[in-house]
């Protein structure tokens, strides 16, 4: 494949990343997609753009389900990567609960170094600290920016085998490392695994955080299927990987982060208790049906009727001379705004809060401004389509506190207002 149709490294995936198998069979096809923080400016001249191809596979040999293309991380992940994890309430009491159940769980104290993988802006180190952990975080992007202005000791770049080898050469190993919503972001996990076993101390844990497989099917989250999301972790796909580099998940627990996660607990097996809550977890997959296709046929019906009944509540609207502005820009936006087809004639407008990197910007893909949510409470349009739906109630509760009037538009897991 030539350089102008595979930008930098990018390429397709043809075997699964965990067996190495290529009986991939299709999910669901959501289009060729946008990176989700390519936002060109209100304004600017339409030019050529970078789209890839957005595909859900599942490995019918081991049952991971994954995307069929790998985008370059300099392009997904570019030192201006705008997202701060700062900025969401429901992130910072996840880390603070984390932090708490280390501690409860392993004793961990002033002389345990915790490191975290994909930092952003420290807000998970933050607590750790705060019980008096020694603490590093590896990452990227200009967030290692704002975590350093905070005193905490940042290592700023991508993560690797050698990224770990400098970290414990410089600052020695860890109790604890943790990788929150960035693990199924990076290639290779064999090697993402090797390399995070290499920074632990013998009896040291992995504690891993990742959207939820079940939840993202359940709730019809397809949303979150973009090009920064490689792989979509059950936990026995996580068993499985963990497996093949000696480690042991001893503990997990359903945490509500972007619409539904789970936090694993590894170390080598042996080292802690297997904790009734791993039995639970593969009974509950297994009730479900997650270890067979059929789970994923029914998602992807699911999935082209929420198309077409979104279509349908959002032209009968606009055709009533309704006007409907979107609220919020998270990336998960970009493929439901790709996916469904909605562009400017549809949405009015998107806005966000002033002080979000991606004001004055256009959506991924379209001609949709990104607005000063001053705009709503100041025009206040008939309907309000919620992109962060899945944390309707609280952001719906908060826009009427600013004062908002009219009617919430939920898109998924079926299009409803209230």
Not at 179 to 208: C, Q, R, T
Not at 241 to 264: C, M, N, Y
């Amino acid at each position: 494949m030539s350089d102008v149709l595979s930008p930098l490294n990018s390429h397709p995936i043809e075997a699964c990343q965990i067996c190495n198998g290529r009986n991939l069979r299709s999910a669901v096809f959501l289009g060729y997609v946008p990176p989700v923080n390519t936002m060109l400016p209100v304004g600017s001249t339409p030019d050529a753009e970078l789209r890839f191809p957005l595909e859900m596979l599942r490995c019918d040999d081991c049952t991971l389900v994954q995307i069929g293309y790998e985008v370059d991380p300099r392009i997904l992940f570019p030192h201006s990567y705008p997202y701060l994890s700062g900025t969401t309430r429901i992130l910072r009491d996840n880390f603070r609960d984390l932090a708490h159940q280390c501690r409860d769980l392993f004793g961990i104290g002033a002389d345990d170094l915790v490191i975290d993988v994909g930092a952003n802006d420290g807000t998970l180190l933050t607590p750790f600290r705060e019980i008096g952990c020694k603490v590093l975080g590896i990452e990227p992007s200009q967030a290692a920016d704002v975590a350093t202005g905070r005193g905490i000791a940042m290592m700023k770049d991508y993560f690797s085998r050698d990224a770990a080898r400098r970290a414990v050469e410089q600052y020695g190993r860890a109790r604890i490392v943790t990788a929150a919503n960035v693990f199924a972001h990076i290639p290779d996990p064999h090697g993402i695994v090797e390399a995070i076993k290499s920074m632990l101390v013998p009896g040291g844990v992995f504690v891993n955080e990742s959207h939820y497989l079940l939840d993202l099917i359940q709730t019809l989250q397809y949303d979150t299927v973009y090009h920064e999301h490689l792989r979509y972790y059950s936990l026995g796909s996580l068993e499985r990987l963990f497996a093949a580099h000696d480690l042991e998940v001893f503990r997990v627990k359903r945490i509500p982060t972007h619409g539904g996660s789970i936090r694993v607990f590894a170390a080598a097996p042996g080292t802690y208790p297997v904790d009734a809550s791993v039995q639970e977890c593969r009974d509950e997959e297994r009730r479900f049906g997650l270890d067979t296709a059929d789970a994923l046929a029914d998602f992807r019906r699911r999935v082209m009727q929420s198309k077409l009944d979104l279509l349908a509540l959002l032209a009968d609207l606009k055709r009533g001379g309704q006007r409907i502005f979107g609220v919020g820009a998270p990336s998960r936006a970009s493929t439901l705004v790709t996916y469904v087809g909605l562009d400017d004639s549809l949405l009015d407008c998107v806005v966000e809060v002033s002080n979000s990197h991606k004001l004055d910007k256009f959506m991924p893909g379209t001609r949709i401004p990104v607005l000063d949510e001053e705009k709503l409470y100041r025009e206040q349009p008939e309907y309000a389509l919620l992109l962060s739906w899945h944390i309707a109630e609280e952001l719906g509760a908060n826009l009427r506190k600013r004062g908002y009037r009219g009617k919430f538009i939920v898109p998924l897991p079926e299009p409803r207002v209230f």
